[in-house]
């Protein structure tokens, strides 16, 4: 037994049962809340995540506002790169910089090896911290990127349309790319182990820009490291979600990460990709951001649409197809996440209970 008051996101994520689908929003801390707004006026982006008490008071928030299942803790993933030795900065509505982009050898030898306890050691205070204002509510989840998806940023210094950059030094240097991705696939280990010592109760892994690679690639320079962080994490019970975004085409591939839960974006139909699983993970998604921008009525109908495609049974974990959209209506997410508590109990009836009726 878990001492959380709302363990319904870890059973479900173990696959066990559940009385209802439990739900989170990825990037529920963030602009589209007023109060997220309201602090963000004072620090900046990365003040608030190196203040363990600020990113501690934002990670509560969508608990006490949405009341979505489970917590997520505020930070970002750009912070390991930062801890490596890259110069972050967030530009207001151009995101992510690095002024230092990794291009080559010497660069790459710059790159330092990091000790999350010492490095990243206000993240580990903001769990902490986190977790005991929370107090046993809903269970905390840590996060990281993938190798690939931090590569991305450190090799293109932004976010990119063709990641021309980053593409011509996995086709021209693929050795110096696997040897940042090595030097990655260390520290995200490191840091995600870091995380549940602090304390959290999952990791999810995002691999924001894995969609961008063909198949082979995606395995080449994506998923086997991912596989190798998984097995090198110090981890009891925590589990570990995996969300490639797009892709999508061999969730088997995905599965044999060793992930616990694979995250889907809402272009795959999760009933299907539940069939070809046969229960080797569960699933976590698969709502269309977008959404969010139409009326209750068409809101609750798509959430019943992914509801039905998972079907009846438990290892569902609701949430969007990726990253809450900063513009919507804090009401609607609150509604989304009531339509989920509200229409999801009849997926969950005992199957002898169900035959009687
Ligand atoms: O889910 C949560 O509530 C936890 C917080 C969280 C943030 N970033 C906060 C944030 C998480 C899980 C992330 C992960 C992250 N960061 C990813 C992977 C997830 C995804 O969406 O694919 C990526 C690619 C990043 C890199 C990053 N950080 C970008 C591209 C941006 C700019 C985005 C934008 O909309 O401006 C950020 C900044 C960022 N990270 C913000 C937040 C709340 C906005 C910062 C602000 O307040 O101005």
């Known amino acids: 037994m878990s001492n959380l008051q709302n363990d319904l996101f870890l059973r ?3 696959r066990e049962e559940t009385e209802r689908t439990p739900v989170w929003i990825m990037r529920q801390a963030g602009r589209y809340l007023p109060q997220y707004r309201m602090i963000r006026e004072k620090a900046d982006f990365l ?5 363990p008490e600020l990113a501690a008071q934002v ?4 608990v006490d506002i949405i009341g979505v299942d489970a917590a997520i803790i505020f930070s970002d993933i750009l912070v390991i790169p930062e801890a490596m030795g890259m110069n972050l900065e967030m530009h207001e509505g151009k995101g992510p910089m690095f002024h230092n982009p990794v291009r080559t050898r010497d660069d790459v ?15 580990m205070d903001a769990v902490s911290l986190a977790k005991k204002e929370l107090n046993g509510r809903v269970p905390l989840i840590g996060f990281s990127g993938s190798p690939w998806t931090l590569l991305t940023y450190m090799v293109e210094g932004k976010g990119s349309k063709n990641f021309s950059i980053v593409k011509k030094l996995i086709y021209n240097y693929p050795s110096l790319a696997h040897e940042i991705l090595n030097k990655l696939t260390e520290a995200v280990a490191d840091y995600l182990s870091a995380k549940i010592e602090a304390g959290v109760n999952a990791v999810q892994i995002f691999d924001t820009w894995g969609g961008i690679l063909s198949p082979n690639d995606f395995e080449e320079f994506s998923l086997q490291y991912v596989a190798k962080i998984i097995s090198l994490m110090k981890r009891k019970k925590e589990p570990v979600i995996f969300f490639a975004k797009g892709v999508n085409y061999d969730p ?5 990460t060793g992930a616990d839960v694979l ?3 809402w272009t795959v139909d999760i009933g299907k990709v539940r069939n070809i699983l046969q229960g080797k993970t569960a699933l976590q998604g698969n709502l269309d951001p977008a959404v969010l921008y139409a009326n209750k009525e068409k809101i609750k109908s798509e959430v019943i649409k992914v509801l039905e495609s998972y079907g009846c049974g438990n290892g569902h974990i609701f949430n ?6 900063p513009d919507v209506e804090p009401e609607n997410a609150k509604a989304l996440v009531d339509f989920v508590k509200k229409e ?10 169900n035959k009687g009726t």
């Open 12 to 14: 479900a994520c173990r």
């Open 47 to 51: 003040t608030m995540c190196k203040t």
């Open 59 to 62: 990670t509560l928030q969508p």
């Open 109 to 123: 030898s710059r790159l330092k090896r990091i000790d999350p306890w010492k490095d990243l050691k206000y993240v």
């Open 252 to 256: 088997t591939k995905l599965a044999s």
């Open 263 to 265: 995250g889907l974006d």
């Open 320 to 325: 969007l197809g990726h990253g809450i959209l």
């Open 344 to 353: 999801s109990p009849r997926f969950h009836v005992k199957e002898s209970l």
